[in-house]
């Protein structure tokens, strides 16, 4: 075996498709990093246990730490940097900001994908649900409070505005 | 850390993966634990055989007097199934609470059950529904029961050219309680109660130790917590000392006995 095994993957990602020759043994992750320069996505545990790699794949979350690239080919993608639009910040994002819910922000991008997952499912949550579906993300800032009341907040925004 | 090379297939059908599938060539669908184990060194597969192309490892469907669960679904699918939801209450309520929303979106039940975790909420339930997992390889099918199916930590009685096809529940199946004590991704100890459909009553302790450990009783006053903290065997860990977990076994067992009590 070579370690050079290539396949080609079609994607969109962010809203545009893409087509490139990865590595069968990269990971979406690197993928997104390292090929596509799209480093909003981050790196820490590489155990799926943290959550800061954390993007969504036809709409699921997912661990692009532990997810190959090749199985996105025919499918959408959506990370961090595709949240805000040329209009401003994404609701998420401003009440992120607006709550002080992040620190450092390292751990920021993995939970705004999974509260945008969340939301996308439940446009209501209470708190109780935010908590249970974030609660494989991982903040070492502890600022656990805010970030889910900046979910909440962006929540009844998102409700307001559609 | 990068991954080992190896090849990617990716078949259609179920018949096309069980030819590929040796040794070497391993199953793969979510890869929520193969790929980690792939990662730090602990299996060197040579190719995967990615099973997410094949609808037929994905349907969840009703028999005359069976549930059958594809092995590809995910924690997800099982968990909001309505025929699950319908037939078989406890796992989908085992399967909302597996690891984290990213795991449950990605992992797949027969993945989750083939990689014998042994802290698996999917393998605890699946003992107390009396479940049966059929395997099939390109010269024979077998069902064997989740009793017999799980041999010991990361071990099952699968061999290595047998693809997991379906998850087989019999019904009417028994409906009960499934609590968990967890402070990290999976359970310290899990404890499934149930009323059996024939009469009497079921208590399995999970996650505790290698094994699920499965009692059945004629009446639920006869359930002897303390006995069965002594009869599971804890895996001294991070998340608690063998005393420790025995105590935290019997405190849920008693809580998931006055559970079922309170919930008839």
């Known amino acids: 075996m070579t370690t050079s095994e290539h396949l080609n993957v079609t994607a969109e990602i962010n809203g545009v498709n893409v087509t490139e020759s990865v590595e069968t043994r990269a990971t979406l992750a690197q993928f997104l990093r390292e090929q596509l320069g799209l480093t909003g996505t981050k790196l820490s545990c590489e155990m799926q246990v943290c959550g800061v790699c954390s993007v969504l794949v036809d709409g699921e979350p997912v661990s692009a730490c532990t997810y190959l690239a090749a199985d996105v080919d025919g499918r959408r993608v959506e990370t961090v940097e595709g949240l805000a639009n040329p209009g401003g910040l994404h609701p998420l994002q401003q009440s992120f900001v607006d709550n002080f819910a992040l620190q450092c922000g390292f751990c920021t991008p993995g939970f705004l994908m999974m509260a945008t997952a969340l939301l996308r499912r439940n446009p209501d949550p209470s708190e109780e649900d935010v908590k249970e579906y974030l609660d494989g993300n991982i903040c070492r800032c502890t600022g656990y409070e805010p970030i889910v009341h900046a979910v909440l907040d962006a929540a009844r925004t998102m409700r307001g505005a559609t | ?264």
């Open chain 2, 1 to 264: 850390m990068p991954l080992p090379a190896f090849t990617l297939h990716r078949p259609r059908s179920a018949a096309d993966a069980i030819a590929l599938l040796d040794e070497d060539c391993l199953a793969y669908s979510g890869g929520t634990e193969l790929l980690m184990a792939m990662r730090m060194g602990l299996i060197r597969p040579t190719a995967l055989v990615d099973l997410k192309r094949i609808d037929e490892l994905n349907t969840i469907t009703l028999g005359a007097d069976r549930l059958l669960i594809g092995a590809g679904a995910s924690h997800d699918r099982v968990a909001g199934d309505a025929l699950v939801a319908e037939h078989a209450a406890l796992l989908a309520t085992a399967e909302r609470l597996v690891g984290n929303a990213r795991v449950r979106a990605q992992g797949s039940i027969g993945g989750n059950i083939c990689f014998a975790e042994p802290r698996s909420d999917v393998a605890t339930v699946l003992v107390a529904l009396d479940a049966t997992v059929l395997l099939q390889s390109a010269s024979s099918r077998r069902s064997v029961p989740a009793t017999e199916f799980f041999l010991g930590p990361y071990w099952t009685a699968r061999e290595p050219g047998e693809l997991l096809t379906a998850i087989s529940i019999p019904l009417p199946a028994p409906a009960g309680v499934y609590l968990k004590f967890q402070t990290v991704e999976r359970p310290t100890v899990a404890v499934a109660a149930v009323a059996l459909p024939e009469g009497g009553y079921r208590i399995v302790v999970g996650a505790v130790g290698d094994l699920p450990v499965s009692a059945d009783y004629a009446q639920l006053t006869a359930v002897d917590a303390a006995d069965l903290a002594a009869r599971v065997e804890p895996v001294s860990d991070l998340t608690g000392s063998e005393r420790y977990k025995r105590h935290v076994t019997e405190v849920f067992v008693r809580r998931a006995v006055a559970a079922l009590a309170g919930g008839r």
